[in-house]
């Protein structure tokens, strides 16, 4: 599958992702970065981008972690694949 070009919108700013998952995939990611970063401003009103980007990939490998180690969801490869992909993008988008 080629790689395509999906345009999406975290935390006000538009960034480009290439990637083989779909539109919808890609978007879905995209809200879900949005959604914990929005959350970490209301908790902590922290105001700092990037600490609210980490704060919020915290939160994130947090659910992964406690998901994977709780068993409350079975995690097969797939699913292991597309959370690391979620977690490459998400360092991409801080270094771009």
């Known amino acids: 599958m080629a790689e395509e070009t999906t345009t999406v919108k975290i935390f006000g700013q538009t960034y480009h992702l290439r990637g083989t998952e779909d539109e919808a995939y890609l978007n879905e990611l995209a809200s879900l970065v949005d959604r914990q970063m929005r959350d970490v401003v209301e908790a902590t009103e922290t105001a700092d981008t990037l600490k609210v980007a980490i704060l919020a990939a915290l939160n994130i490998a947090d659910d992964y972690l406690q998901a994977r180690r709780g068993n409350e969801v079975p995690l ?3 699913t292991d ?5 979620m ?4 360092d991409e988008a801080l270094v771009g």
């Open 81 to 85: 694949r597309r959370l690391a992909r």
């Open 76 to 78: 097969d490869r797939e």
């Open 87 to 90: 977690v490459t993008l998400l």
